[in-house]
Structure formats: C-alpha cells, structure tokens
C-alpha cells in the first residue's frame, strides 16, 4: 500500500491520458488508416497513456531530491 501512495499520481495520469488517447482516436483519428499512432484505439490510449504518465509524473513531488 506504500508503494501505490508514491505512485498514486502517476496512475493518475496513465489513466486520464488513455481515456484522451480513446476520446482523440474516437473524435479525430485517422480516417484513411495510415497515421501509426492514432491508426488505431489501442496504439492511441496506450500513446495517451505514456504521454500522461510522464507529464503527471512532473507533479510527483515527493522523490524529488533536490
């Protein structure tokens, strides 16, 4: 359970970047098919994701050491 306090804002982001990779892939997309990324609704929630995880990660304070 301490682990999941540490990281608990990083989940965070993971998933509010999947559910904007799905709403992009459903809302814009690619309609011809070709774009790698947002081709499909896997490759862009787990490219949303990624991209979450990392900015929400700039908000993780805590293991800071500077």
Do not use: D, E, H, Q
């Given at each position: 359970?301490?682990?999941?306090?540490?990281?608990?804002?990083?989940v965070?982001?993971?998933?509010?970047?999947?559910?904007?990779?799905?709403?992009?892939?459903?809302?814009?997309g690619?309609?011809?098919?070709?774009?790698?990324?947002?081709?499909?609704?896997?490759?862009?929630?787990l490219?949303?994701?990624v991209?979450?995880?990392?900015?929400?990660?700039?908000?993780?304070?805590?293991?800071?050491?500077?």
């Amino acid at each position: 359970m301490a682990f999941f306090k540490g990281v608990r804002i990083i989940v965070a982001g993971v998933i509010i970047g999947a559910f904007g990779g799905y709403l992009y892939w459903r809302f814009i997309g690619c309609t011809s098919g070709t774009c790698p990324i947002t081709s499909s609704a896997l490759n862009s929630s787990l490219y949303g994701a990624v991209i979450g995880g990392l900015f929400f990660n700039m908000f993780n304070f805590k293991n800071n050491n500077l």
